[in-house]
């Protein structure tokens, strides 16, 4: 059977884009799919909106193309302070986490890039990459999969198939749905409030973690005087804090932020999302594949949502060019098994290892306060768990795939 191409990708966020310049640059042919106009995606303004890129995901990054486009406005992050404490009380014992990069020889653990420059990158790399084909604007209403292939239809009419389908439509996956794989998890009863902060003081590189009783303050670093916020709030907090002004946003924010980069306002719009874990029970079916959160969504609570997913872009590339070195059907039952044998224990584990953290973090209990107290500043005090740890933060640890090796 002929097909359009090797491969359809089914969304045009970050994942997708980057599998298909992976994969292109293995010499199979790829049709992206995208729901989003290009103008949509391209035409984006400063929203605060920000990525924790590991320096694994950096080196994936720089592989296909993405990371001399985007290295100029990129944040590198150089420590890390992970604190517990209280609203308006700071931190509440004298125990803290703190990594700093310097304790590894392969560099920043990670860089701080804001989403809009990310996507733009994608947009002209895949426009300069032979192999690579970009439907725009169109949805996909159908799909079907057998022996000789997979095939799409999009909601114009028009019928695209290719040898194995591949979905990076996120956590709500239509790709997923229709092909009747299920999904387990559960929500937190939290909401994320995202946004941008300007402030007076220079923040040198530091990334800082509170851990308050209702969830995490993450406090990220961008460049300039600027820091993408990612605050965790309860759902009935976090949305009367949505419904206030900027003014009075800013004065509930202020007694959790702290002073410790001087005066504080806010810079662009403010975003919130509800926060859950969801797990596809199965990240393959016949002739098809998920790769990101339409295979596993996290709490953010390690900023590890979109690394993972870039791993799973890695491991996928290179099962399919191996498979395709070999003269095998990239699309066969026994090829997508070791795709999913590779990431999905993997991403069952990070998964399980935020939600535990988050219930462990998330709370006012004293005996479990004293506890995740004690054990940070163990951690803290032992160099060789310290640095293992700062591996991990880094993407270092695991089996790696090829790309993301450096």
Request: net charge neutral; charged share 25%; with cysteine.
């Amino acid at each position: 059977m002929e097909h359009d191409s090797d491969i359809l990708i089914v969304g045009g966020g970050l994942n997708g884009p980057a599998l298909a310049l992976a994969l292109a640059r293995s010499g199979l042919r790829v049709t992206v799919i995208d729901a989003l106009a290009e103008t949509v995606r391209r035409d984006a303004g400063f929203d605060g909106r920000a990525y924790a890129l590991a320096l694994a995901s950096v080196r994936l990054l720089h592989a296909i193309g993405i990371w001399d486009r985007v290295a100029d406005k990129a944040q590198p992050m150089l420590e890390i302070k992970v604190s517990d404490g209280r609203a308006g009380e700071g931190p509440l014992s004298p125990f803290l986490l703190h990594f700093d990069h310097g304790e590894i020889e392969e560099g920043p653990m990670g860089h701080m890039v804001e989403d809009r420059f990310l996507r733009r990158a994608f947009l002209d790399a895949m426009k300069e990459t032979g192999g690579i084909t970009r439907v725009s604007g169109k949805a996909v209403t159908a799909q079907s999969t057998g022996p000789a292939g997979a095939e799409v239809t999009l909601d114009s009419g028009r019928k695209v198939s290719g040898k194995l389908l591949v979905g990076c439509d996120g956590r709500n996956s239509g790709t997923a749905a229709r092909a009747g794989i299920r999904r387990t998890g559960w929500g937190y009863g939290q909401t994320a409030l995202v946004a941008a902060i300007e402030h007076a003081l220079p923040h040198h590189g530091v990334a800082h973690q509170f851990f308050m009783p209702a969830g995490p303050l993450a406090i990220l670093p961008l460049p300039g005087n600027v820091s993408s916020i990612v605050w965790s709030e309860t759902d009935e907090t976090a949305a009367r804090f949505m419904a206030l002004s900027d003014t009075e946003f800013l004065e509930v924010l202020r007694p959790r932020f702290g002073d410790f980069l001087g005066e504080i306002k806010l810079k662009g719009k403010r975003f919130s999302y509800p926060l859950g874990l969801s797990l596809a029970n199965s990240f393959v079916a016949e002739r098809l594949a998920l790769v990101g959160d339409a295979a596993h969504g996290m709490h953010p609570i390690a900023g590890q949502g979109l690394n993972a997913g870039l791993r799973d872009v890695a491991a996928m590339e290179q099962v399919l060019s191996e498979a395709a070195q070999r003269g095998e059907d990239i699309g066969k039952e026994d090829v997508l098994a070791r795709y999913q044998q590779w990431r999905r224990f993997d991403t069952a584990t990070l998964a399980v290892a935020t939600d535990v953290t988050n219930r462990l973090f998330s709370n006012d209990n004293p005996i479990l306060r004293l506890g995740r107290d004690i054990g940070m500043g163990a951690i803290n005090a032992l160099p060789r768990l310290r640095r293992g740890m700062i591996r991990e933060a880094a993407g270092l640890t695991g089996e790696l795939p090829r790309l993301m090796r450096g």
